[in-house]
């Protein structure tokens, strides 16, 4: 009897867990469009570059180590840090997060607006970035009992979104911007997507209003497996983390 429950536990877990892995850019049709070899996928408009950069938690817990170390207190915002369930040595992912870079030496002013950047997959998924005042209503859910310690880990959450966000402030000649854009955590069905940057302003009229824009498309891929742990990183991924 209780091998049979065995099996059936068996059959109705199917084969294990999904384990997404790392989103990486897929082949890029358009020539003003390079690859580095961090990931980085780079739109060039002469002396103007669009950088769009997937990040792995491990890449952000590295970013934000002393708040990544704290467990299930951990208050890196991008990442749930070094928690993990009870037995488990894997930690699943709390969003979806892309480094944005804009290097502007060739336009007046040129502006990308957060708002207008969306992700959507090949198998009809679309995700549309969180805005800080989303954030904060997600975090002030772990404000419970509004306690002295709730009300810490809160601020330090918030406040390093504040600075590392994307602000989608005009970027000037000669000038840089750069910050982070957050997402959904994608589903596990999705391995195919397109982070699309919609009426990137480039050029305004005598009254400030935008007259040129760009839609910028950059093609990411990641592999999904399935089993009961997540499979070993080539040791080529580990050294680019």
Not at 70 to 84: H, I, L, Q
Request: proline share 6%; glycine share 8%; charged share 25%.
């Amino acid at each position: 009897m209780y091998r049979c429950l065995l099996v059936a536990m068996a059959l109705l877990c199917g084969c294990g867990r999904y384990f997404p892995g790392p989103l990486v850019p897929a082949k890029q049709e358009a020539a003003e469009m390079t690859v580095s070899d961090d990931g980085t996928v780079t739109y060039h408009l002469r002396r103007l570059e669009v950088s769009l950069r997937p990040m792995l938690d491990e890449q952000l817990n590295r970013q934000f180590a002393a708040e990544s170390d704290g467990g299930a207190e951990s208050t890196n915002p991008y990442t749930f840090g070094d928690w993990r369930r009870l037995g488990d040595s894997y930690t699943p992912a709390r969003f979806t997060v892309f480094l944005l870079t804009v290097n502007n030496y060739e336009f007046p002013k040129v502006r990308v607006d957060p708002s207008r950047v969306m992700i959507s997959s090949s198998n009809n998924r679309t995700y549309y970035g969180f805005a800080y005042g989303q954030l904060d209503e997600y975090f002030r859910a772990y404000w419970q009992g509004r306690t002295g310690a709730g009300r810490s880990a809160f601020r330090e959450r918030t406040d390093l979104l504040r600075r590392t966000l994307f602000a989608g402030n005009p970027t000037f000649s000669g000038q840089s911007e750069s910050g982070y854009l957050v997402f959904p955590a994608l589903h596990d069905d999705v391995k195919d997507i397109v982070v699309r940057l919609s009426d990137v302003e480039v050029r305004y009229d005598f009254a400030g209003k935008p007259v040129e824009t760009l839609q910028l498309a950059y093609p990411f891929h990641r592999d999904v497996y399935r089993g009961y742990r997540p499979p070993e990183a080539p040791a080529n991924q580990k050294a680019a983390q």
